[in-house]
T-cell receptor, first 114, second 109 residues
Framework: DAGVTQSPTHLIKTRGQQVTLRCSPI?????VSWYQQVLGQGPQFIFQ???????GRGNFPDRFSARQFPNYSSELNVNALLLGDSALYLC?????????????FGPGTRLTVT | QKEVEQNSGPLSVPEGAIASLNCTYS??????FFWYRQYSGKSPELIMF????GDKEDGRFTAQLNKASQYVSLLIRDSQPSDSATYLC?????????FGRGTSLIVHP
């Protein structure tokens, strides 16, 4: 089975621009989460969607938004990019089994804001 | 504020030794505990999960959970240079995991 896929792999944007990142979950997984990871830190939670509904939102500004589509794929949008938005953006899909939600990450999108 | 604490390291062990990685968490309601391995420049890879107090073994890996002490650990037996990576601890109360900063492990030949 294919794992979580993300596109694009790398992206370079200028301050003030907008960016859209895409994610396709593992087949059968209905939940998708987005994380931001900067060097030396653990992933920071941005959003979680389940069955196309937002189930959680982390401590990120309103410039960050996301949505989940009927096929469970997801997009993360970031408006008015700042230099501090430069990071690895991770998408994870999860499934409940064995007593907990197991979460599997995609390869990530490396965003550089100049 | 839910917190997950890990020693950033680096933890350096010789090849063949046991590496012990530790994690503490603040939320007593936490129910699920995960260990991820992350190689430099790559995304995290799930290697172990544990939901009940005690030990869980999978190959060279053993996860240990003590909810009373709010402590979870990962033991890696017969460490190999290929185990050199950052190990992330993640703790979940309901649906959303909180990650620690990770511990850097270096296994030297």
């Amino acid at each position: 089975d294919a794992g979580v896929t993300q596109s694009p792999t790398h992206l370079i944007k200028t301050r003030g621009q907008q960016v859209t990142l895409r994610c396709s979950p593992i087949s059968g997984h209905k939940s998708v989460s987005w994380y931001q990871q900067v060097l030396g830190q653990g992933p920071q939670f941005i959003f979680q969607y389940y069955e196309k509904e937002e189930r959680g939102r982390g401590n990120f500004p309103d410039r960050f938004s996301a949505r989940q589509f009927p096929n469970y794929s997801s997009e993360l949008n970031v408006n008015a990019l700042l230099l501090g938005d430069s990071a690895l953006y991770l998408c994870a899909s999860s499934v409940f089994q064995g007593g907990g939600y197991e979460q599997y990450f995609g390869p990530g999108t490396r965003l550089t804001v100049t | 504020q839910k917190e997950v604490e890990q020693n950033s390291g680096p933890l350096s062990v010789p090849e063949g030794a046991i590496a012990s990685l530790n994690c503490t968490y603040s939320d007593r309601g936490s129910q699920s505990f995960f260990w991820y391995r992350q190689y430099s420049g790559k995304s995290p890879e799930l290697i172990m999960f544990i939901y009940s107090n005690g030990d869980k073994e999978d190959g060279r890996f053993t996860a240990q959970l003590n909810k009373a002490s709010q402590y979870v650990s990962l033991l890696i037996r017969d460490s190999q240079p290929s185990d050199s990576a950052t190990y992330l601890c993640a703790v979940t109360g309901s649906y959303i995991p909180t990650f620690g900063r990770g511990t850097s492990l270096i296994v030297h030949p």
